[in-house]
């Protein structure tokens, strides 16, 4: 299902890992960025919207509050959820306390606060990962994972019924900000691939494409995001998922 321009339009909600680099965030219509390698592949065109350390809660978030979206959504052609990753995150501090950080006042308690949690939390990651079930909690359960994922999904094709509709697989890190720990990276993937067979929804596994080039250190040095032979890889792989779906 193609626009009747002929050219199609991909609409992204993605976390940070459609946007940054080897080195640094770039801008979201460079070239080398996966979306943009994906869309150009099918001939067509990306439509990002992302955010640093999105959750599939911020993904709907935006898909509510942001007016670009609603701009872009008549002309969708398909949906790639590119969200998710983040969640598998462990996260030591509840998420709700830890995004109320940046609003601490004043400035002086909000430096104090953020580089003490930043400085805590591997140690706590790896200490959760020891003792309690499931390796601790993580950025968001992976029942509100999907759940969200479903509510991105239900909404974008009561406008654009038909659609073809990817998501990824949690992808793999060795960040030391979190101390390497992965743990609640299992369960998410089961969670969603159980939701996407149930809803019909083509999924972008992403360890086999990133995770030896992110284990290796060829991405990144945060160990989290991708050289541009990572973004290149599922670039690519994304576009072979939609093109047959995009040609029904």
């Known amino acids: 299902m193609t626009s009747d321009h002929g050219t199609p339009t991909v609409l992204f ?3 940070s890992l459609a946007f ?15 979306p943009n390698i994906a869309a150009a592949a099918l ?7 992302a955010g640093i ?16 979206v609603w701009a872009v959504m008549p002309r969708v052609d398909a949906l790639v959820l590119g969200v998710g990753g983040m969640d598998t995150l462990p996260s030591p501090l509840p998420t709700a306390l830890r995004e ?10 909000r430096r104090a606060v953020r580089s003490g949690y930043l400085r805590a939390q591997p140690k706590l990651a790896r200490g959760f990962a020891l003792v309690l079930p499931g390796g ?20 974008v094709l009561a406008i654009r019924p038909g ?14 900000d979190f101390g390497a720990v992965h743990s609640g990276r299992p369960a998410a993937e089961r969670a969603t691939r ?13 360890p086999p494409l990133v995770g030896e080039h992110v284990l290796s250190g060829q991405g990144n040095p945060d160990g989290m995001h991708w050289g541009w032979a990572g973004h290149a890889a599922v670039g690519e792989t994304c576009a072979d998922v939609l093109r047959p779906l995009l040609r029904t």
Request: charged share 20%; with cysteine.
């Open 100 to 109: 109320l950080i940046p609003a601490l006042r004043p400035d002086r308690l």
């Open 43 to 49: 001939g067509g065109r990306a439509e990002l919207v």
């Open 53 to 68: 350390g999105w959750t599939a809660r911020h993904a709907w978030y935006a898909l509510c509050h942001d007016p670009r």
């Open 13 to 15: 909600l993605a976390d």
């Open 194 to 206: 159980a939701w996407a067979a149930e809803r019909g929804v083509a999924l972008l596994d992403l």
């Open 136 to 155: 601790g909690p993580v950025a968001m359960p992976p029942h509100l994972t999907v759940r969200h994922l479903e509510l991105c999904r239900s909404a």
């Open 20 to 34: 940054h680099g080897p080195e640094r965030g770039e801008p979201a219509d460079d070239p080398r960025l996966w």
């Open 163 to 176: 659609i073809p509709v990817v998501a990824i697989l949690p992808p793999l890190h060795r960040a030391a």
